[in-house]
């Protein structure tokens, strides 16, 4: 894969969508929800980390994937002592009239 070309991000895809992705890469069909496990369970930053893939596998979603989310930015305390990982991610959407609006996500509360 070219270095140029920018990786989609494999955050916010469905699991059908995700079946769709492991199907076209060749992939056994149970894949797709492992991958939904670590997306959205275990709220992975890095394909290296879904661990029940092949490393095959692996490398094959890494020439076109990525997980799309950011490690955490900051860390809050809650009242109970408990540590929660805050990220946010900013989308840009273009609109019909060439403006763009700015979307924040609010990833990885762990």
Do not use: C
Not at 58 to 69: D, M, T
């Amino acid at each position: 894969m070219k270095n140029d070309m920018q990786k989609r991000p494999l955050l916010g895809l469905t699991l059908s969508e995700l079946q769709n992705v492991v199907k076209n890469l060749g992939m056994p069909g149970f894949s797709a929800k492992q991958i939904a496990s670590w997306l959205y369970g275990k709220k992975v930053t890095s394909i290296d980390e879904m661990s029940n893939l092949s490393l095959k596998h692996r490398e094959l979603l890494k020439e076109i994937y990525e997980v799309g989310a950011e490690a955490p930015v900051d860390t809050m305390r809650s009242v109970d002592g408990q540590a929660r990982d805050i990220s946010w991610k900013l989308s840009i959407y273009p609109t019909k009239t060439g403006l763009r609006f700015v979307s924040p996500l609010r990833w990885a509360v762990r």
